[in-house]
Structure formats: structure tokens, C-alpha cells
């Protein structure tokens, strides 16, 4: 009989955020990393613990989007990521990133609303549409931010809420590639994550 050994995939190696990075909290956090080299399907753990937090969460990307509102201001964290072909599973080294403005709080007309980003794939200019529903506090406005796949903000705008759609042409010049949008309300309250979404640039 033939026996064939299992491969034990490569050590996931860390991208984004850098070890010991300050990241912006009231945006959506990307963590990423470099895919293990294996010839099975990865399933890959992501393990972030700090103050008040151990969780860990489960894909097969090499991109998570993370945001918690126990996330605490001035808080250090810790995350690692661990790949798995459901045989061998092999660890990332640990790394840190210290929170600033994490979220306070959720507008609770924000938490429903929709949202929308036209064409995908786009090639030289894109729209957001922003709810059409007010927030209900008065002072309280929409910053959307456009984030290339290794997390670095190319472009921010900010916007009152209410009904909008926002036209973007700042990425026409931008490498072709998967983008993220995240839109997060800020107000007296605190600040909210609307939601987040990516969108493709040929």
C-alpha cells in the first residue's frame, strides 16, 4: 500500500499591522498576513487577546477585518495567526498593536442602514451611496475611507448624514486590486461602524 505523507503547511508570516503599530480604531481593523505554502486548503485561526479580550476567529483568507467595541483606548493586543490543512496546524510569531479612538458606541438608526458602491469592478471613477435616513443626532456625520488590500488609507472624505452619493476618482491612477470602503458615523455619541465592503479596481 502507497502511503502518502501529509504536508505540514508553512509558517503564516505577519503583514499588517506591524508589530508594535498604533492602528485607528474607529475604523475597521485589517489584520493580514502572507498565505502559508501548502498543496491542501488552509483554514487559518486568528488569536487576538488584550485587555478584556481572547478571541479567535476562523477563515480561509489572509485578510480579517476586525472591530469590537471592548477594544479599549491606550490598550495593547497581541495577535497571531495559526494555519491548519485539518492534520498539521503551525504557528505565525506574535505580534502587538496599540488601540487609539476605538468605538464608543452605536447609533442605533446607524446599525441597519444600507450601503452601496457602484461599478465593481470599476476602472477610472466609483460611487458610494451613503442611507438616505438622517441620524438622529444633528451634529453627526459619515467619514468614509478607502483602504488598499495591505490596510493603508488612500483616501478619506468626510460627509453630513443623510441622503448622499459620493463620486471617487482618486484611485483612477491606483494599481488594479481589491479595495476596502469603510463608513463610520461620528457624532456627540460617540463613533459607529455603518459598515465596511470592498470593492474591485481592474
Known amino acids: 500500500m502507497l502511503t502518502v505523507n501529509n ?15 498604533t492602528v ?15 498543496d491542501d486548503v488552509l483554514t487559518y485561526q486568528v488569536n487576538i487577546q488584550g485587555p478584556s479580550l481572547d478571541v479567535t ?10 472591530q469590537d467595541l471592548t477594544l479599549e483606548d491606550g490598550g495593547t ?19 502587538t498593536f496599540l488601540v487609539e479612538n476605538p468605538v464608543t458606541g452605536l447609533f442605533s438608526s446607524a446599525e441597519v442602514l444600507p450601503l452601496s458602491a457602484y461599478p465593481s469592478p470599476f476602472s477610472g471613477t466609483f460611487t458610494v451611496r451613503l442611507p438616505e435616513e438622517k441620524l438622529a443626532d444633528p451634529s453627526s456625520s ?12 488612500v483616501y478619506q472624505t468626510e460627509v453630513a448624514s443623510g441622503y448622499q452619493r459620493v463620486e471617487i476618482s482618486a484611485l483612477a491612477d491606483a ?13 456627540a455619541e ?6 465596511s465592503f ?3 479596481k481592474q
Open 7 to 21: 504536508l505540514v503547511p508553512g509558517v503564516p508570516v505577519l503583514a499588517s499591522p506591524e508589530d508594535g503599530n
Open 24 to 38: 485607528d480604531a474607529s475604523q475597521a481593523i485589517l489584520l493580514q498576513w502572507l498565505p502559508a505554502e501548502d
Open 57 to 66: 476567529l476562523v477563515t480561509q483568507d489572509t485578510v480579517l477585518e476586525y
Open 77 to 95: 493586543y497581541t495577535w497571531q495567526v495559526r494555519a491548519t490543512d485539518g492534520q498539521d496546524t503551525v504557528a505565525s510569531e506574535a505580534w
Open 142 to 153: 459619515y467619514t468614509l475611507r478607502v483602504l488598499d488590500f495591505q490596510g493603508r488609507a
Open 175 to 187: 494599481p488594479g486590486g481589491m479595495y476596502w470602503i469603510t463608513v463610520t458615523a461620528t457624532g
Open 190 to 195: 460617540g463613533n459607529a461602524r455603518v459598515g
Open 198 to 200: 470592498r470593492i474591485l
